[in-house]
C-alpha cells in the first residue's frame, strides 16, 4: 500500500474514533447530574477524541514496547521540568524504587549502602516507603503537621542520626513540603533529597516545580492523578551522576545505553572490559546494577503525550476547584480544620483535605458523604506503621508521631479533578452543612 493510501485510510479511522468519542464518551461525561444518585468521585480519568485519536494511532503502528511516542514524551518532560534526565516507568510506585534503587546501586560513590538511613514521614503511601526497605536500607520515621500533611521540617534534623544519607518526602496530596528548610538542612548534614511528586505534578515552591529540587523525584500518571497514561510514571534526574544509572535500573541493570532495536551506540559492543567478564564480551548483555524491566508501552505514551498537551488546563481546573471547596466550608472551620500551605507553596491539587475535630463524629461524616454517593479517601496509609504489613519492619523514630495518629484518625480527602462540575460541587458542600447544620 502507498503512503498515500495508507495516510487516507488512517484519517478515516480517526475520524470514526472522533464520532465514536462524541457519540458514547461525550454523551456520557454530558449527562445530567442527579445529586444523591450520580456519584461524586474523589477522582477520574478526564480524556477527549485526541488521547483516544492517539492511542490507536501507535496500536496501528504496533510498535507496542516503549517507542516514538515515549521518546517524545520522555522529551517534553524533560524540558518542562528543565532537567537533566526524565525516564518514564510503568508506575509511579517503580518511579519511587527506580530512585531509591539508583542511590543504592551509587553506593560506591559514597550514597547508600546496606543499613543506612533514609528519614521520610510516617504519614506515607506504601510504595513510597516499600522501595526502601526492598534495597535493605532503615526508615526513620518524622511526624506530619495536621493541615499541611507533610513531613513537620521542625522535626527533620534532630532525627538525624550517624548512618542518616538521605531524605525521601512526598509532597502529600499536591501541597509542597517547606522546600527552603529541607535543602537547607541536606546541604549542610550532607543528606541526598529525593522526592515524591506522584500527587503534586505543576506544583511549585518559592516559584521553582516541585521535583526540581532534590537529586531526583518521582511522578504517577495513574488515572487519579494530574495527567494519565493508565499505569505509568516516571523519573525526574536533577544530577547529572544518576542519569545512566537510573536508565541502567529501569533497564534491567544493563550497562548498555543502546535503544531498544539498535546495536553499537556505545562503540565497544565487542571491544570492552566489564567486571570479571571476558574481553570483549556483548556490551548489550552486560549487568552493571541490580534492575528490572520497568518500561511504558508506547500506546501508554501515546496517549500520556496528548494528556500532557491538555496539563496546563488541569492543574487550573483542580486550582479552581479546591478554591471554591475552601470558600464554602471556611463556614465549618467550628468543626473541621481546613487545609493549609505554605506561604511560599502554590500547590496543584490532588485533593481537598480535612480534618474533623473533636467532638465530631468522624465515622459518622464519612458515613453521611458516603450515603450521598460522594466518594471520600483516607489519607493513604495513615500511620504506616500501623499497618498490617509494616508492624514489625525495621525502623527508627524521629520523635513521637502523635499528628500522624490524629491524621489516621480524623483525616479524609474529596476529589478536585477536572471532571467535576458546578453543580456536584455545590453539592458536596451543601452536604457538608448539612451534616452539622442539621
Not at 556505545?266 to 570483549?280: S, V
Not at 493513604?380 to 527508627?396: D, K, M, V, Y
Given at each position: 500500500?502507498?503512503k498515500?493510501?495508507?495516510?487516507e485510510?488512517?484519517?478515516?479511522?480517526?475520524?470514526?474514533?472522533?464520532?465514536y468519542?462524541e457519540?458514547?464518551?461525550?454523551?456520557?461525561?454530558?449527562?445530567?447530574?442527579?445529586?444523591?444518585?450520580?456519584?461524586v468521585?474523589?477522582?477520574?480519568r478526564?480524556?477527549?477524541d485526541?488521547?483516544?485519536?492517539n492511542l490507536v494511532?501507535?496500536?496501528?503502528?504496533?510498535?507496542?514496547?516503549?517507542?516514538?511516542?515515549?521518546?517524545e514524551l520522555e522529551?517534553?518532560?524533560?524540558?518542562?521540568?528543565?532537567a537533566r534526565?526524565?525516564?518514564?516507568?510503568?508506575?509511579?510506585?517503580?518511579?519511587?524504587?527506580?530512585m531509591?534503587?539508583t542511590?543504592?546501586?551509587?553506593s560506591?560513590?559514597?550514597?547508600?549502602k546496606?543499613?543506612?538511613?533514609v528519614?521520610?514521614?510516617?504519614?506515607?503511601f506504601?510504595?513510597?516507603l516499600?522501595?526502601?526497605?526492598?534495597n535493605?536500607?532503615?526508615?526513620?520515621?518524622?511526624?506530619?503537621e495536621?493541615?499541611?500533611?507533610n513531613?513537620?521540617?521542625?522535626?527533620?534534623e534532630?532525627?538525624?542520626?550517624?548512618?542518616?544519607?538521605?531524605?525521601l518526602?512526598p509532597h502529600?496530596?499536591?501541597?509542597?513540603?517547606?522546600m527552603?528548610?529541607?535543602?537547607?538542612i541536606?546541604?549542610r548534614?550532607?543528606l541526598v533529597v529525593?522526592?515524591?511528586?506522584?500527587?503534586?505534578?505543576g506544583?511549585?515552591?518559592?516559584g521553582?516545580?516541585?521535583?526540581?529540587f532534590?537529586?531526583?523525584?518521582s511522578l504517577?500518571?495513574y488515572p487519579?492523578?494530574h495527567?494519565?497514561?493508565?499505569e505509568g510514571?516516571g523519573?525526574?534526574v536533577?544530577?547529572?551522576?544518576f542519569d545512566?544509572?537510573?536508565?541502567?535500573?529501569r533497564?534491567w541493570g544493563r550497562d548498555?545505553w543502546?535503544?531498544?532495536?539498535?546495536?553499537?551506540t556505545?562503540?565497544?559492543?565487542?571491544t570492552g572490559t566489564?567486571?570479571k567478564?571476558?574481553?570483549g564480551?556483548d556490551h548489550k548483555?552486560?549487568?552493571?546494577?541490580?534492575?528490572?524491566?520497568?518500561?511504558?508501552?508506547?500506546?501508554?505514551?501515546?496517549?500520556g503525550l496528548?494528556?500532557f498537551?491538555?496539563?496546563a488546563?488541569?492543574?487550573?481546573a483542580?486550582k479552581?476547584?479546591f478554591?471554591?471547596?475552601?470558600?464554602?466550608?471556611?463556614?465549618?472551620e467550628?468543626?473541621l480544620?481546613?487545609?493549609?500551605?505554605?506561604?511560599?507553596?502554590?500547590?496543584s491539587?490532588?485533593?481537598f483535605p480535612?480534618?474533623?475535630?473533636?467532638?465530631?463524629?468522624?465515622?459518622?461524616?464519612?458515613?453521611?458523604?458516603?450515603?450521598a454517593?460522594?466518594e471520600?479517601r483516607k489519607?493513604?496509609?495513615?500511620?504506616?506503621?500501623?499497618?498490617?504489613?509494616f508492624?514489625?519492619?525495621e525502623?527508627r523514630?524521629?520523635?513521637?508521631?502523635?499528628?500522624?495518629?490524629?491524621?489516621m484518625?480524623?483525616?479524609f480527602f474529596?476529589g478536585?479533578?477536572p471532571?467535576?462540575?458546578q453543580?456536584m460541587?455545590e453539592?458536596v458542600?451543601?452536604?457538608?452543612?448539612?451534616?452539622?447544620?442539621g
Amino acid at each position: 500500500m502507498s503512503k498515500t493510501k495508507a495516510a487516507e485510510l488512517k484519517a478515516e479511522i480517526f475520524k470514526k474514533v472522533t464520532e465514536y468519542f462524541e457519540a458514547i464518551h461525550r454523551v456520557e461525561r454530558e449527562a445530567v447530574f442527579e445529586p444523591g444518585v450520580s456519584k461524586v468521585h474523589y477522582a477520574g480519568r478526564v480524556f477527549d477524541d485526541r488521547d483516544m485519536i492517539n492511542l490507536v494511532d501507535s496500536a496501528m503502528d504496533f510498535w507496542l514496547t516503549a517507542g516514538p511516542y515515549a521518546r517524545e514524551l520522555e522529551k517534553s518532560m524533560r524540558e518542562f521540568f528543565g532537567a537533566r534526565g526524565f525516564y518514564l516507568v510503568n508506575s509511579g510506585s517503580s518511579a519511587n524504587l527506580v530512585m531509591v534503587s539508583t542511590l543504592r546501586a551509587a553506593s560506591y560513590k559514597g550514597h547508600l549502602k546496606l543499613g543506612d538511613e533514609v528519614i521520610t514521614p510516617a504519614v506515607t503511601f506504601p510504595t513510597t516507603l516499600t522501595p526502601i526497605l526492598q534495597n535493605q536500607l532503615v526508615p526513620v520515621f518524622v511526624d506530619a503537621e495536621v493541615g499541611t500533611y507533610n513531613i513537620d521540617p521542625a522535626r527533620i534534623e534532630e532525627a538525624i542520626g550517624p548512618k542518616t544519607r538521605a531524605i525521601l518526602i512526598p509532597h502529600t496530596l499536591g501541597n509542597p513540603c517547606k522546600m527552603d528548610t529541607i535543602m537547607e538542612i541536606a546541604a549542610r548534614k550532607g543528606l541526598v533529597v529525593l522526592e515524591d511528586c506522584c500527587d503534586a505534578l505543576g506544583s511549585r515552591f518559592d516559584g521553582k516545580m516541585v521535583g526540581t529540587f532534590g537529586a531526583m523525584a518521582s511522578l504517577s500518571f495513574y488515572p487519579a492523578h494530574h495527567m494519565t497514561m493508565g499505569e505509568g510514571g516516571g523519573v525526574v534526574v536533577n544530577n547529572p551522576e544518576f542519569d545512566k544509572i537510573v536508565l541502567s535500573v529501569r533497564d534491567w541493570g544493563r550497562d548498555c545505553w543502546c535503544e531498544p532495536g539498535h546495536s553499537g551506540t556505545c562503540g565497544e559492543r565487542f571491544t570492552g572490559t566489564f567486571g570479571k567478564l571476558p574481553k570483549g564480551y556483548d556490551h548489550k548483555y552486560v549487568y552493571s546494577n541490580h534492575g528490572y524491566n520497568l518500561k511504558v508501552t508506547d500506546m501508554q505514551a501515546a496517549v500520556g503525550l496528548s494528556q500532557f498537551d491538555k496539563l496546563a488546563g488541569f492543574i487550573e481546573a483542580r486550582k479552581k476547584n479546591f478554591k471554591y471547596y475552601y470558600t464554602e466550608l471556611r463556614a465549618l472551620e467550628d468543626y473541621l480544620v481546613l487545609p493549609r500551605w505554605e506561604e511560599k507553596a502554590d500547590p496543584s491539587w490532588f485533593a481537598f483535605p480535612v480534618t474533623v475535630k473533636q467532638g465530631v463524629d468522624f465515622n459518622s461524616l464519612i458515613q453521611y458523604l458516603e450515603d450521598a454517593k460522594i466518594e471520600t479517601r483516607k489519607v493513604f496509609a495513615g500511620n504506616i506503621l500501623r499497618q498490617p504489613g509494616f508492624t514489625s519492619i525495621e525502623h527508627r523514630l524521629g520523635g513521637s508521631l502523635e499528628n500522624t495518629d490524629t491524621i489516621m484518625d480524623r483525616t479524609f480527602f474529596i476529589g478536585v479533578y477536572p471532571g467535576l462540575t458546578q453543580p456536584m460541587m455545590e453539592f458536596v458542600a451543601d452536604t457538608f452543612k448539612g451534616f452539622f447544620r442539621g
